[in-house]
């Protein structure tokens, strides 16, 4: 966001002339000193910009409150007419283009589409004060930081070989199962919560390098459980600042500014609206005070998914939305809190685990034992068939010896863990590096070199070493100091990036990267760019494949603004179904129960009939009114 003073630092010297005059008056010749610090003066003052917002109707109040809202983002004009009512679209790019002249607004271009933006000098200038009551009833939905744990799961089925892909670089359908089967917490809230997580923790692992791809299979990297190891205590840290950058752009005062702005709470529609800015891609609701989770902003929904906010809920409503104890933490420190860590192991091979354990625990747990529940309080069972499956995936003794030490296990516990592991590792198979010394001289007097042995395995008497496969580099710097330089051959690692373009279609949400400041303000503007600013959404009017929750949004939006489809249709249920392209009007959508339908009415047609949305391929939205449905 620009402040007043830079952005009259770009604007050309008539041009600051004339908003001068339009304060002042012609006064005859100027120095350009004056006149910027006059225009400045007079155009900052925030009574004269209370003047102008007392003065306005609701819509346009709402309006300003929602570019300020949106920040650094900025709104685009196609954005801003789902916040507005039907009838005063026309209305509404008078109001932008007048707001702009009076310097409450100013706006710039993304590839000929304008985006409004305010400016930081009137921050405050513009919030709407909630009306009605706020539901302190209903039971409160919290998810904590168990958003760590399922991290912890994912990286553990991937460990296990649990997480095939396709020959596409997409995950396997029975992969996201698999984890799903694990996320029952957030099915409290809704069914759709448990894919958003998904999708949010899959982007978090593969932008970060921690997934890796090896033929079918997605694999832990060592980056990931180095982090696990050494640096897990930062986690739940680390993926609330990486979900900064990506859903704020980095802007954490923004996300601050608005998480503070939920005060003591908020009703789930008010909540809605405030972050509404940051996903703006449906209609805002007017009426309805309690919303189900597909009708919430994305980042709101994330917000609880990091355990930054609750819900209040009722008859699988959110009701209300109030800041967490952690998100409270995170707006005064920096800081998010977690549960205590606790731990507890019972003779039953039962284990108690809260979820604010070190990660290092939780990631050996989620590979090596049962659980049985989702919540705060973990409890798993410790069952030889898992245990020995786990530690056949490449479980290393040293981990094992190390999650002993924090489960303290009672003595007939641990002694059957003694067995179990004795059964995998008291005899060895592995691929061991060899290194052959032809000299009896020279083996012998490495045998008694501290610095090389501390590089080996073990010492065969007669033949030479096994390498520490992590020090083989520096035990051949030594042997270069004997004139020994044996060749090492060529390393066995099979492994890309896994590839980010599935999760970055599923979790991106537009961003528009304002450059040009607009200054002349013409007024065709928003005329010229209206099409191309909804063609790059998903609201745009060529064919598009979308997921069924983007397509919920595109078929809510025709329905209230009455606006046509085109779709490509195919009946799944019937043989040799071939594509059909169909032009038609929504009247209903019926989600409650499966499958998902809705109600259309065919372009010049009088009869209605349900469609089922798993039939539709592809769809745009008409740029221009097809014949109107028949009465």
Not at 486 to 496: D, F, I, K, L, V
Not at 536 to 554: A, C, E, I, M, P
Not at 603 to 620: H, M, P, T, W
């Amino acid at each position: 966001m620009f402040d007043l003073s830079a952005f009259f630092d770009g604007m050309s010297k008539p041009l600051l002339r004339n908003a001068h005059a339009k304060a002042f008056g012609k006064k005859g010749l100027l120095n350009n000193a004056l006149i910027q610090s006059e225009t400045l003066s007079y155009y900052s003052d925030k009574e004269r910009v209370a003047g102008l917002f007392s003065k306005m109707e609701m819509w346009q109040r709402r309006c300003l409150n929602l570019i300020y809202n949106s920040g650094s983002r900025g709104l685009a004009f196609n954005e801003l007419r789902l916040t507005v009512p039907v009838s005063k679209n026309r209305e509404l790019q008078t109001f932008l283009l007048t707001m702009c002249r009076e310097y409450v607004l100013y706006r710039s271009f993304v590839g000929g589409t304008p985006i409004y933006m305010g400016f930081s000098d009137f921050i405050g200038c513009f919030d709407i004060k909630p009306e009605g009551e706020i539901d302190t009833v209903s039971p409160l939905i919290s998810y904590q930081n168990l958003l760590d744990w399922h991290v912890c799961v994912v990286l553990a089925n991937a460990k296990k070989k649990q997480l095939r892909i396709n020959t596409n670089g997409t995950l396997h359908r029975r992969g996201r199962q698999i984890c799903a089967e694990v996320f029952t917490a957030s099915r409290h809230a809704s069914e759709k919560a448990c894919e958003q997580e998904i999708s949010l923790i899959f982007s978090f692992l593969v932008q970060n390098g921690w997934l890796e791809r090896e033929n079918t299979f997605l694999l832990p990297s060592a980056t990931a459980i180095d982090f696990i190891h050494k640096n897990g205590f930062r986690l739940h840290q680390d993926v609330i600042s990486w979900w900064i950058k990506e859903r704020f752009h980095g802007d954490r005062d923004l996300c601050a500014r608005l998480l503070t702005s939920i005060g003591e709470g908020l009703s789930a529609a008010d909540a809605a609206q405030l972050f509404w800015v940051m996903d703006p891609s449906y209609r805002l609701q007017e009426k309805n005070k309690v919303l189900p989770w597909e009708f919430l902003p994305r980042p709101l929904c994330e917000l609880w998914i990091l355990g930054l906010v609750d819900f209040r809920m009722a008859q699988g409503k959110v009701t209300a939305v109030v800041v967490s104890k952690s998100g409270k933490d995170w707006l005064e420190t920096s800081i998010a809190s977690i549960p205590e860590a606790n731990l507890t192991a019972l003779p039953n091979f039962d284990l108690v685990v809260s979820t604010g354990m070190a990660p290092r625990v939780l990631y050996s747990l989620a590979c090596l034992a049962k659980v049985k529940n989702d919540e705060t309080f973990l409890c798993f069972t410790l069952e030889k068939e898992t245990y020995v499956a786990g530690l056949k995936s490449g479980f290393p003794e040293s981990e094992v010896e190390n999650l002993r030490n924090w489960l303290k296990p009672p003595e007939n516990v641990s002694s059957t863990l003694a067995e179990w592991n004795a059964s995998f590792y008291g005899a060895k198979v592995r691929t061991a590096r060899l290194l052959k010394v032809e000299s009896k001289e020279v083996l012998s007097e490495l045998s008694r070199f501290p610095q090389f042995m501390e590089c080996t395995e073990e010492y065969i008497p007669g033949y030479g070493f096994i390498l520490n496969p992590e020090l083989e580099s520096r035990a051949f710097e030594i042997l270069e100091n004997y004139g020994f330089f044996p060749y090492a051959g060529e390393s066995t690692e099979n492994r890309t990036p896994a590839a980010q373009e599935e999760w970055k279609a599923e979790f991106s949400i537009a961003w528009p990267e304002a450059k040009k400041i607009d200054y002349e303000l013409r007024d065709e503007a928003d005329e010229a760019s209206a099409q191309a600013t909804m063609d790059s959404t998903k609201y745009g009017s060529v064919y598009q494949k979308l997921s069924t929750f983007d397509l919920v949004k595109v078929l809510r939006y025709a329905k209230t603004v009455g606006t046509p489809l085109a779709a490509k249709i195919m009946d799944k249920t019937k043989r040799n179904a071939k594509l059909e392209e169909k032009m038609f009007y929504v009247h209903a959508l019926h989600l409650a129960k499966s499958p998902s339908m809705v109600e259309i009415q065919e372009s010049g047609k009088e009869e209605k009939f349900s469609l089922d949305l798993s039939f539709i391929q592809e769809i745009k939205v008409l740029s221009k009114k097809a014949s109107a449905p028949q009465a």
